[in-house]
């Protein structure tokens, strides 16, 4: 459920000492550009890369998963294989999924939604809901939205 997310995320974040993980995100100009697989897999290189480096894992001894049938190409020779219904399977993996949707999460209520309160991020995220739309079929498509989705194309 939303709150279990939610609680997780909060225990993740609050012990550094046991945990570690790494953000990266793309805005909808880049995804659009660029594809949402693309877009994904550059988001997995950054976060896991950028981990290595922060915590000075040795690359040639540290072993990643990612969710899904592909994974990203890394360039700081750290292993990488994909892994389908990872987040379902893998524990890290399920904690990275979490901490990936509670962050969106709160990007689209808290930020997305104070500036376009009209298409109804908070209730929605972003996710193509009946409400959503009919918020862009009244209001157009806002600067936040990908134009590459095909609710928002040709608006």
């Not at 990203?72 to 979490?98: E, H, M, Q, W």
């Not at 500036?115 to 109804?120: K, T």
């Not at 809901?129 to 936040?144: C, L, Q, R």
């Given at each position: 459920?939303?709150?279990?997310?939610?609680?997780?995320?909060?225990?993740?974040?609050?012990?550094?000492?046991?945990?570690?993980?790494?953000?990266?995100?793309?805005?909808?100009?880049?995804?659009?550009?660029?594809n949402?697989?693309?877009?994904?897999?550059d988001?997995?290189?950054?976060?896991?890369?950028?981990?290595?480096?922060?915590?000075?894992?040795?690359?040639?001894?540290?072993?990643?998963?990612?969710?899904?049938?592909?994974?990203?190409?890394?360039?700081?020779?750290?292993?990488?294989?994909?892994?389908?219904?990872?987040?379902?399977?893998?524990?890290?993996v399920?904690?990275?999924?979490?901490?990936?949707?509670?962050?969106?999460?709160?990007?689209?209520?808290?930020?997305?939604?104070?500036?376009?309160?009209?298409?109804?991020?908070?209730?929605?995220?972003?996710?193509?809901?009946?409400?959503?739309?009919?918020?862009?079929?009244?209001?157009?498509?806002?600067?936040?939205?990908?134009?590459?989705?095909?609710?928002?194309?040709?608006?």
């Amino acid at each position: 459920t939303k709150e279990e997310r939610i609680d997780i995320y909060t225990q993740v974040i609050n012990q550094p000492d046991l945990y570690v993980y790494q953000i990266a995100e793309r805005s909808n100009e880049e995804i659009d550009e660029m594809n949402i697989l693309r877009s994904t897999m550059d988001c997995f290189a950054d976060s896991i890369e950028t981990l290595v480096q922060k915590m000075n894992f040795p690359a040639n001894e540290t072993y990643s998963i990612v969710d899904g049938k592909k994974s990203p190409k890394l360039t700081n020779g750290v292993s990488c294989r994909p892994f389908v219904k990872g987040d379902s399977i893998v524990y890290t993996v399920a904690l990275a999924s979490i901490i990936a949707k509670v962050t969106r999460d709160k990007i689209m209520c808290d930020d997305i939604h104070s500036r376009y309160p009209q298409y109804g991020f908070d209730s929605h995220y972003g996710y193509s809901t009946k409400e959503h739309i009919e918020a862009i079929h009244k209001y157009g498509a806002s600067p936040v939205h990908r134009m590459s989705c095909k609710p928002v194309k040709g608006r």
